[in-house]
Nanobody, 124 residues
Framework: QVQLVESGGGLVQAGGSLRLSCAAS??????????MGWFRQAPGKEREFVAV??????YYSDSVKGRFTISRDNAKSTVFLQMNSLKPEDTAVYYC?????????????????WGQGTQVTVSS
């Protein structure tokens, strides 16, 4: 069984920064064989893609490009999301996901495994 556990969410003022972490565990999980990414869901809205990293390649949604950076430490089966210049519209529950097919994460809003989410609130 694979588990993804997010951490690092919280309350921050507009213009501030947060760093999210997502640690994967489980005997079936080999980090190097999975694309890992981040999604978010704001109240009353659908879940949306934020960023994904896979074999040195990264993709970002237009709304976060230039402000957020995804990185990963495969040795620790961990993916990070550095969020800078945060805006109130970034307020959402942020979810980590992993999938063997990067296209599932990038384009299909699908993942083999999902975390429980961490709340990010940006005040104006």
């Amino acid at each position: 069984q694979v588990q993804l556990v997010e951490s690092g969410g919280g309350l921050v003022q507009a213009g501030g920064s947060l760093r999210l972490s997502c640690a994967a565990s489980g005997r079936a999980f080999t980090a190097s064989t999975y694309a890992m990414g981040w999604f978010r869901q704001a109240p009353g809205k659908e879940r949306e893609f934020v960023a994904v990293g896979w074999e040195g390649i990264t993709y970002y949604s237009d709304s976060v490009k230039g402000r957020f950076t995804i990185s990963r430490d495969n040795a620790k089966s961990t993916v990070f999301l550095q969020m800078n210049s945060l805006k109130p519209e970034d307020t959402a529950v942020y979810y980590c996901a992993a999938d063997r097919d990067v296209l599932d994460l990038r384009y299909r809003n699908r993942g083999d495994y999902w975390g429980q989410g961490t709340q990010v609130t940006v005040s104006s």
